[in-house]
């Protein structure tokens, strides 16, 4: 380690068989470190993040509908939609059921 060089480290090497077991070995901002201060110009209020629970069905709906074409292709889409949902939890299924009754009688009840 260089003479002069400006580390957190107060006795060279830190002890490496649980000398002094959890303790620092440093002083608190001995060499200049990052110093607490208040900033006055920081918001007395935290931010308030607006959420909503809107789910949009409509890509699906417009993608079981126009995009795939064939009976087949959408039976295939809905058993690759089911088969994950034998490791989900009930209440995630019924969830996903009802919103897939949202988006038409035929997908969700394929689904269902």
């Known amino acids: ?18 000398n002094m077991k959890n303790a620092p070995n440093y002083y608190p901002n001995s060499f200049h470190g990052p110093v607490p201060y208040v900033d006055e110009r920081r918001p007395l ?3 308030e993040v607006l959420e909503n629970n809107a789910v949009y069905v409509e890509p699906l709906w417009y993608f079981y509908n126009h995009i795939i074409n064939d ?15 034998a490791q989900v939890t009930p209440p995630v299924v019924q969830r996903l ?15 269902a």
């Open 45 to 47: 209020k935290k931010l």
């Open 1 to 18: 380690m260089p003479l002069y060089e400006k580390t957190y480290v107060r006795d060279g090497r830190p002890p490496t068989n649980l």
């Open 71 to 85: 009976e087949d292709q959408r039976l295939r889409f809905i058993t690759n939609v089911a088969v994950p949902l």
């Open 97 to 111: 059921l009802f919103f897939s009754m949202l988006n038409g009688p035929t997908f969700g009840g394929y689904l």
